[in-house]
C-alpha cells in the first residue's frame, strides 16, 4: 500500500509537470499581453518598451527558461493587472472555492447517502419512486439558470436573501443550495445503485441470521461495501467544484479560484494563469489520492494487495 | 414429559410461493418435520428442490416479496415464530437458532475483521462491550480450532482459507450457544479432507452442547455419515422421511433410488481396457514444471494414450489446473517436454499451434460463466468453426450443430436460445458439445461435474462415456471428487503439492492406495457404504 501511494505521488508530480509546460506554452499562443493592457492608440515604441519590459521579446525557450529558474526559486511571476506576486493573488482565492466544495460536497455526500440508501432498502417502493424523480431532475438541472431563478425568488421578489457577495450565513445559502443540486442528484442514483447491490448480498442475510438490527443491516454491513463507487463518483465532483464552481462565483461575485482564472485568462495575465492552474491540479490530485486513501480504509482487500 | 422427547422445532405443513412475473410458483409444499435435542436432521434434495428456502424460512431471512409464506407454522419450544413480531423474532435469531452457509467468501462481510463479525453476536444480544466480546470471540476462535486466535481475528475473510473461513462461520453460530444450528451445505466448496474435518467438528460441537443440528444438503454420503434422521426433498415435496440408515438400506420412493443410483462410485461400466502397452502415447508430458511465486507444478511427467480417460485428483491448490493450462498452451512451462504425438509442442510455430488447439478443447467447471451469455446456442456451438474456418463448409454449420446437439443429449430446437434458458447439466452438455465441434483427439474436464447436482453428474458421465466410445476421444479428467473419477478414469494421477505423488490404473490406486495422502483421500470421502454395510 505504501509503496502504491509513492507511486501515485510520483505520477502526480509527473502530470503536473507535463500540465504546466503545456499551460506555459498554450497560454502564449493567445496572443501578446501588450495589446490587452496598453491603450489601443499607444505608440509602437510604448509597445516595444512593455513588450522588452516584461521579457515578451525573447525567444519563447528563453522566456520558459527564465520562467524554470523562477520556478525553481519558489517564484510564480507577477501579475501584470494586480502589479502583486500571482501566487498571493491565487492563495487569497482558494480558500474561498475549497471552503465553497468543502461544505457543498459534505452536504451531499451525506444526503445523498441517507435518500439513496432508503430508496435502496425498498426499491420500487413510493420513497425509491420519488427520489428517482427528484435526484434525476436535480442531476439535469442547468446550474446557471437554477442560480439565476433563485436569485429572483430569494432576494429580488422575497428579499429573504442577499443576491451576491460574502459575509454571514446567508450569503453561503444560495451558492452552496445550487452547488450541491447536481452533485446530490447524481450521487442519490450511484448510491441507490450500490446500495442495492450491497443489501442484497449474502453477507447482509449473515447479518440478519445473527439478529442485527435493520438499521445496522444498512448503514454498517451494507454501507461500508456500498460506498467504493460512491467516492470515486464523489471524488470526481469535488474536484470539478474544486477546479473552480466558475458560474456559482461569477453569478454570485464570490472572489475564488474559478472567477480568477477566467479573468486572468481574458487579461492575458499569464504568471495569474499559471500559478492558479498550478494550485488547482495540487488539489486536485491530492483529492485524488485522497480518495485511494479511502479506497484502503474501507476496503481491507484493496489494502492487502 | 422428558427433556430429551421433547420437540426443539417442529414445522408444521410449512409452504412457501414464489410471485414472479410468470405467475406464482410453490418451492416448499406443506412440508412437515421435527428435530429433538442432540439429534441430526439431514434435509436431501437436489436445486430447485426446496432445501435452501425452508432454512430461510426458519432463519427469518427469506426475502419477501417476491417469497410468500402461504401456510403453516414453525414451532420453536412450542412458540410459532412465524407470528412474532419482527423484533421479537431478531431476539431469537442468533441466540436460539444459528445458521452456517455454503460460501462462505460471499457470506462473511469483505469489509469487518472477523473477529468484529463474531463479537456483534454478544453486542447485538447480550449487550457487551466492545472489549468483552471481543475477548469472547478470540475464545471462540480457539474452540474451531483457527491457530493463533488473537492475532487472526483481527484479520478479515479473504485472508483466510476455505476451511478457515467455514470455521469462522461456525464459531459465529455457536456464540450464542444456540439450540438449533442449520448447516447449508456447509462442506460443498471445500476439499474432501477439509470437509473431513469440519463435518468432524459439527458433530462434536452437537454433542459437547446438545444442540439440534439440520444439515442441509445435495450429498447423500454427507447425510448418511452425519445424521440420524433424513428427509429428501423433490420439487417442494417430502417424498421420503425417516431414521437415515432405514433410508438408505430401503428407499421407498423411486426419486430416493434414483438419487442413490446417482451416487458417484458406484455406476457399473464396461470392463476397462487394458493399458495400451503397445500404441503410442498421444501426449507424453516430460519434466514439466511451471513457477509462479510458488511451485505450481514441480517435475511432472505422465503421458495420454489413445481412447483413454485419466483422472488427476488432489485438493486445491496441488497443481492439477497448472497441468491442464500447460497442455493447453495457456501458460508456458518453466522446465520440461509437452510431445503431441511425439513433436513438442513447445516449439511449434503460429500454425502448428494452430492446428493443435483444434486436436485439444476443454470443458470447465462452472457452466454459467464459461458459456458468453449473449450468444445464443448455434453461435456457441459454432464458433470453433467461424475460427478455424477450413475445417467445415459454412453450409453444413446448422445441420452439424443440430447432429452435436442430438449427440450431447439436447433438442435441435434448443440451437436458438440462449445460455440463461438452460439448466446447469443443459449447460455443461452445451460445453460438451463445443468441445466436440473441431473433432479432437483429446478433451479436458477441469472439475466439469463438480457444479453438478448427483443425479445430472451422473448423466454428465454417462454421456462422456458414451461420447468417447463414439468419436473415440481420451480425456484429462480433474477432479477433487473421488468417486467421480473412479466412475470414469482408465487410470489415476494422484497430485499434491504440484507433484506427482502416486499413479496407476484406477482399480488398484483406489483398492490398494500405497502413500499415505492417497489413503487420506480415500478416507475422507463419505460414503454410504460405511451406514449401509
Known sequence: MRQYLSKRIFSSILAITGLFVMVFFLARLTGDPGHLYLPIDAPLEVRKEFSEKHGFNDPIYIQFGKFLGDLIDGNLGYSLRKERPAIDIVLEAIPVTLSLAAVAMSIALVGAILIGSLAAYRPNGIFD??????????????????????????????????????????????????????????????????????????????????????????????????????????????????????????????????????????????????????ITAIVILSINIIIDIAYAVLDPRIRHK | ??????????????????????????????????????????????????????????????????????????????????????????????????????????????????????????????????????????????????????????????????????????????????????????TTALDVTIQAKILELLGELRDERNMGLILITHDLAIAAEISDKVIVLNEGKIVEKGITRDVFINPNHAYTRELMD???????????????????????????????????????????????????????????????????????????????????????????????????????????????????????????????????????????????LISVGLHPDDAIKFPHQFSGGQRQRIAIARALALNPEIIICDEAVSALDVSIQAQIIKLLLNLRNKFSLSYIFIAHDLPVVKDLADRVIVMKSGKIIEQGVVDDVFNFPREKYTKDLLKASPSIENLIS
Not at chain 1, 242 to 271: C, H, Y
Not at chain 2, 308 to 328: A, F, P, Y
Not at chain 2, 349 to 359: A, H, Q, S, T, V
Open chain 2, 1 to 186: 414429559m422428558n427433556d430429551a422427547k421433547k420437540s426443539l422445532l417442529k414445522v408444521n405443513n410449512l409452504s412457501v410461493s414464489f410471485d414472479t412475473n410468470e405467475g406464482s410458483f410453490d418451492a416448499v409444499k406443506s412440508i412437515n418435520f421435527d428435530l429433538k435435542k442432540g439429534e441430526t436432521l439431514a434435509i436431501i434434495g437436489e436445486s430447485g428442490s426446496g432445501k435452501s428456502v425452508t432454512a430461510s424460512v426458519i432463519m427469518g431471512i427469506l426475502t419477501c416479496p417476491p417469497g410468500r409464506i402461504k401456510s403453516g407454522e414453525v414451532l420453536l419450544n412450542d412458540l410459532d415464530i412465524l407470528k412474532l413480531s419482527d423484533s421479537d423474532r431478531r431476539k431469537l435469531m442468533g441466540s436460539k437458532i444459528a445458521i452456517i452457509f455454503q460460501d462462505t467468501l460471499s457470506y462473511l462481510n469483505p469489509v469487518f475483521s472477523v473477529g468484529s463479525q463474531i463479537a456483534e453476536c454478544f453486542e447485538v444480544h447480550k449487550n457487551l462491550s466492545k472489549k468483552d466480546s471481543w475477548k469472547k470471540a478470540v475464545k471462540l476462535l480457539e474452540r474451531v480450532r483457527i491457530p493463533n486466535p488473537s492475532k487472526r481475528a483481527k484479520d478479515f475473510p479473504h485472508q483466510f482459507s476455505g476451511g478457515q473461513r467455514q470455521r469462522v462461520m461456525i464459531a459465529m453460530a455457536l456464540a450464542l450457544e444456540p439450540d438449533i444450528i442449520i448447516a447449508d451445505e456447509p
Open chain 1, 129 to 278: 419512486r420519488i427520489s428517482r424523480v427528484v435526484s434525476l431532475t436535480a442531476a439535469s438541472a442547468p446550474d446557471f439558470w437554477v442560480a439565476i431563478t433563485a436569485i429572483l425568488i430569494f432576494s429580488v421578489s422575497l428579499g429573504w436573501l442577499p443576491t451576491s457577495g460574502i459575509g454571514g450565513v446567508p450569503y453561503w445559502i444560495m451558492p452552496i443550495g445550487i452547488l450541491v443540486i447536481r452533485p446530490l442528484g447524481l450521487l442519490v442514483q450511484v448510491v441507490r445503485g450500490s446500495m442495492i447491490t450491497a443489501l442484497s448480498s449474502d453477507f447482509v442475510k449473515t447479518a440478519r441470521a445473527k439478529g442485527v438490527k435493520e438499521k445496522v443491516v444498512i448503514f454498517k454491513h451494507a454501507l461500508r461495501n456500498g460506498l467504493l463507487p460512491v467516492i470515486t463518483v464523489a471524488g470526481d465532483q469535488a474536484a470539478a467544484i474544486a477546479n473552480g464552481a466558475v458560474i456559482v462565483e461569477t453569478i454570485f461575485g464570490w472572489p475564488g479560484i474559478g472567477k480568477l482564472m477566467i479573468d486572468s485568462i481574458m487579461q492575458r495575465d499569464f504568471a495569474v494563469v499559471q500559478a492558479s492552474i498550478l
Open chain 2, 262 to 404: 446417482s451416487i458417484p462410485g458406484k455406476i457399473t461400466k464396461q470392463k476397462k481396457k487394458i493399458l495400451k502397452k503397445f500404441s503410442d502415447p498421444i501426449l507424453e508430458i516430460k519434466n514439466i514444471s511451471k513457477f509462479y511465486d510458488t511451485v505450481a507444478c514441480d517435475d511432472v511427467s505422465f503421458n495420454l494414450f489413445p481412447n483413454e480417460v485419466l483422472g488427476i485428483v488432489g485438493e486445491s491448490g496441488s497443481g492439477k489446473t497448472t497441468v491442464s493450462n500447460l497442455i493447453l498452451r495457456l501458460a508456458s512451462p518453466s522446465n520440461g517436454k509437452i510431445l503431441y504425438h511425439g513433436q513438442n509442442i513447445l516449439n511449434f510455430n503460429k500454425k502448428d499451434l494452430f492446428n493443435f488447439r483444434r486436436k485439444v478443447q476443454v470443458v470447465f467447471q462452472d457452466p454459467y460463466a464459461s458459456l458468453n451469455p449473449t450468444m445464443n446456442i448455434y453461435d456457441i456451438i459454432s464458433e470453433p468453426w467461424v475460427i478455424h474456418s477450413d475445417f467445415l463448409d459454412k453450409k453444413l454449420h446448422k445441420s452439424k450443430v443440430i447432429d452435436l
